[in-house]
Structure formats: structure tokens, C-alpha cells
């Protein structure tokens, strides 16, 4: 029997094979750490099946890619190799799968390698194909001083035998579509069997749960993109504030702010993933100090900026960010047609959903003046980043800006396993005040145009401020 321990609309976000699926978003100009964001920089050249292919190619482009089919029915297990010759600069190999649900479908990458000199390398990777999937993707990437001179890819693939998993692992699987069957967002669309069968097939070799946790999260990421499971020992981690002294998470990144001009202060507000007390109400008691700190008797402008803001904890975000909000309804979670609708709001120093207290400001703090806020989010504001841009929509004094938001704005259920597992599941889409449903990007007011060595959005920002000024 599955155990559920508690119910929350969580949005904590920064598990490992999320990070991953969201830098594939992102030009390698926002997220330089992670050079897989540079996947949709350009458009890919194709990778020959027969013959050498040269990068960059052509038009300096750094990529190459292959499409291959998906299976006609059950679970193929794929393996991809090629040999290249390097001059200088890094290169890797990838693999995903293409759906109408997750276009980055159980992403996957080699090892980077560096050479300085003439060398070859070999390059191999491993994944699975479904039948979901309209292709499956595997490309080389090179960046760096050099060039790569890529072989003919060698592809070798295999049916994976429908067999009986163990009791054990047999069990824990029912425990798991038992969990997320009746709950998920869209669960009178997906083909339940299906994702059952492949389940168990891929779980056939397996002796222990844990060797099934990497399953179970493909299967969510096959669900909904949004969703995915946290082990044990990872969720242990997001609840305990990463330590074990019950002390504010260490990694905790904290708003900032500064004043413009007597009339004007920029705050910029990153994203917080815990479900630890002590670290939740940090971040929101460390944004309101702020804002009490930035706030003086002729501030009346206000930008705030999202663009980093990739997720975690709504309800301390909501919080924290109250004064600027001001008490009342901010939006909702809800089905797809605006059904089952539930509130979540800002009152009187505390963020709630519904009739129920979620997180309270140590503080309560008015704004000195009546505010005008400008917001600006692009690509990298996602899931609780995409709950405090849509509280601001509808507001008659604020305007957005920017580029489209990375579209994870669903809301996600917190379930757990016997093992102590946490599965993330999606089971709502976000509204805005007026009941205007998401579950795709957010589009800004005012989409603005990157410009090299100018920070165009929050100029725009400040300029449709100032305008503003009686």
C-alpha cells in the first residue's frame, strides 16, 4: 500500500535531471556553466551516415545531429558510439527522445573530453526509445579552439524483453501506479498500460527499489515534464536543509536589491528549493528586510527582476515578496478548464492557499508609497519563478517584460513512496487572478530584444517607470 505522508502543491525544482532538461532551453549566453543549452543556439547540421562530418560546419555551426525511429511497440534500449578526431577544443555525445510531452525526453550525455592536440577519442552513449517518442535525437556537440572530424555514427539497438521484475521491485511498481494513476494532471489522456508495461520491462533485471528510481523518474518525465521523482537520500537533503545542525541551507541564494534613484529601486530575486523551515523563512524574512531597507519616503518605482529565478518554494517567494504585492488573491492552482480551482494569496504577512497558512513573514511591512512595479522574467524563470510573475499579472499598477518564461508553470503534488521516495507530481495548471489558465511559457507585457552589453529589459523597465512619474 503506498504511503502518502502529506499534501502540498510543491514547485522545488532544482533536482539534478531538471537543471539538465532546463539548460537545453537556454542559449549558453544565460547558463554558461552548462554548455548543453547551447543545443537550441543553432540549427544542427546533419550528421552523415555515411562519410566524415567537420565542425563547426559550415555558417560556424558546433553541433551535429542524427534522428533515429522510435520502436514500433514496447521499449528499445539504444547505444550510439562514433570515433572522433580532435585538433583542439571539447566535444560529447547526447541522446534524447522527442514527445508530445517533453521535448528533451530522457536526456542523456557522455562524458566531456579535452584535447589540446591532434588525438581521436571515442564517444559513446546509452538510453532507451519509446513509443511516445516521434524521434529520438543523437547529436555531437564541439566548442572550444580546433576543429572535430566526426565518423558515421554506430548505432546498435535491442527490443527489451517483457519479463516479470522480482516481488519486491514487482510491488513497489503497483505502490507507485496505484500513487500517481487517479492523481496526475492530464490522466485521462496517457495510455496507462503502456507506461505500466515499459515500466516493468525496464525494471526486469532489477534486485533492488533503488535500482528503479531512475525508471520511476522517466516514467513522470513521460507523464508531464514537470514532474520527476527525488530519492531518499536527495529528499532528505531538500527537508533538512542540507545539513544536520537544523541550520539555514548553506546554499541558500539571497535577494538583492539596490536604489536607482530616490524614486526607483531593482531587486533581483532568485529561486529557493527546500522544504526546510528554518531556510524558507530566511530567504522570506531576508526579501522583506530588504525591500524595508530599499523602501524610503519618495520610492514609488519598483523593478523586479526574475530572470534567474528557476524555481523551489512558492509559498516563502509569495511571502517575501508581499509588500509589493499587497493583500489579496494573487492565483490559482487549477485543472486545465478551470476546474477545482484553489486560491493562493498574499494577506497580511503570510502567503495561503486557500483558507490555509502556508508561510508567515516574521514582519509584517507596508510600502511607504503606493507602488508601481515593473517585472522582468526570460527563458530561466520557471515553475515558483512562473507563481510570482503571474501574482503580478493583472495588477493595475504592473507591467512585465522580457522574453517568455521556460512554460513549467504547473503545479506539482508532493507524494511519497514506502521507501521514502518524494514523487513530483504535476496535477494542476496555474491560473492568474482572473482564472486565465498557463501550463505553458508566460508571455511579458513588453518582449524586449537582448542586446550585446546592454541590459535592454530592465532598461525598458525603468523607462516605462519613469514615464510613469507625475
Known amino acids: 500500500m503506498s504511503l502518502v505522508k502529506h499534501f502540498t502543491y510543491s514547485l522545488f525544482f532544482l533536482n539534478k535531471y531538471f537543471i539538465k532538461q532546463l539548460t537545453l532551453v537556454l542559449l549558453l549566453s544565460i547558463i554558461g556553466v552548462f554548455l548543453s543549452s547551447s543545443l537550441l543556439a543553432q540549427t544542427p547540421a546533419t550528421w552523415a551516415s555515411a562519410g566524415l ?78 513509443t511516445d517518442m516521434e524521434a529520438i535525437i543523437v547529436g555531437v556537440y564541439h566548442y572550444g579552439a580546433g576543429t572535430a572530424t566526426v565518423a558515421p555514427p554506430i548505432t546498435k539497438r535491442r527490443t527489451v524483453a517483457a519479463k516479470t521484475p522480482t516481488p ?53 518525465r513521460r507523464i508531464d515534464r514537470h514532474s520527476y521523482l527525488q530519492p531518499p537520500t536527495e529528499h532528505r537533503g531538500w527537508a533538512t536543509g542540507n545539513n544536520d545542525e537544523d541550520a539555514v541551507d548553506p546554499n541558500l541564494k539571497y535577494a538583492t536589491g539596490r536604489r536607482v534613484d530616490k524614486h526607483m529601486v531593482y531587486l533581483q530575486m532568485p529561486g529557493v528549493s527546500s522544504g526546510h523551515d528554518k531556510t524558507v523563512r530566511a530567504y522570506a524574512d531576508s526579501l522583506t528586510r530588504l525591500i524595508v531597507r530599499l523602501d524610503q519616503p ?21 511571502a517575501g515578496i508581499g509588500p509589493l504585492l499587497g493583500d489579496g488573491l494573487c492565483g490559482y492552482f ?34 511607504r508609497q503606493p507602488a508601481r512595479i515593473a517585472v522582468i522574467y526570460g527563458p530561466k524563470t520557471s515553475s515558483s519563478g512562473e507563481v510570482v510573475a503571474i501574482a503580478f499579472r493583472g495588477l493595475p499598477n504592473s507591467r512585465s517584460f522580457g522574453q517568455p518564461t521556460s512554460g513549467y508553470s504547473t503545479g506539482n503534488r508532493t507524494l511519497y513512496l514506502s521507501d521514502g521516495a518524494a514523487v513530483l507530481l504535476t496535477v494542476t495548471v496555474y491560473g492568474d487572478r482572473n ?29 516605462w517607470l519613469r514615464r510613469g512619474r507625475r
Open 53 to 130: 562530418s567537420t565542425l563547426p560546419a559550415p555558417g560556424n555551426v558546433h553541433q551535429l545531429e542524427h534522428s533515429l525511429p522510435p520502436p514500433a511497440q514496447g521499449v528499445d534500449s539504444i547505444s550510439v558510439q562514433t570515433n572522433v578526431r580532435l585538433t583542439g577544443g571539447t566535444t560529447y555525445i547526447y541522446l534524447y527522445g522527442r514527445s508530445s510531452r517533453n521535448a528533451y525526453l530522457g536526456y542523456q550525455e557522455s562524458a566531456r573530453i579535452t584535447a589540446t592536440g591532434d588525438t581521436t577519442v571515442t564517444l559513446q552513449i546509452d538510453g532507451v526509445a519509446t
Open 168 to 220: 519486491l521491485v514487482a510491488g513497489y511498481l503497483a505502490e507507485f501506479f496505484d500513487l500517481v494513476r487517479d492523481k496526475a494532471l492530464d490522466r485521462d489522456v496517457l495510455d496507462w498500460e503502456v507506461l505500466q508495461a515499459d515500466a516493468y520491462a525496464l525494471s526486469a533485471n532489477a534486485d533492488s527499489i533503488a535500482e528503479i528510481h531512475d525508471v520511476l523518474d522517466f516514467t513522470l
Open 298 to 318: 519618495e520610492t514609488s518605482e519598483w523593478v523586479l527582476d526574475l530572470r534567474s529565478n528557476t524555481g523551489g518554494n512558492c509559498w516563502a517567494m509569495l
Open 334 to 367: 487549477m485543472q486545465r478548464d478551470g476546474s477545482d480551482a484553489n486560491g493562493w494569496w498574499y494577506w497580511e504577512g503570510a502567503s495561503w492557499l486557500g483558507r490555509r497558512q502556508i508561510q508567515t513573514l516574521d514582519k509584517l511591512y507596508t510600502l
Open 435 to 463: 482564472k486565465v489558465p498557463y501550463g505553458t511559457e508566460i508571455v511579458p507585457d513588453e518582449i524586449v530584444v537582448p542586446v550585446r552589453g546592454v541590459d535592454a529589459p530592465s532598461e525598458a523597465a525603468a523607462t
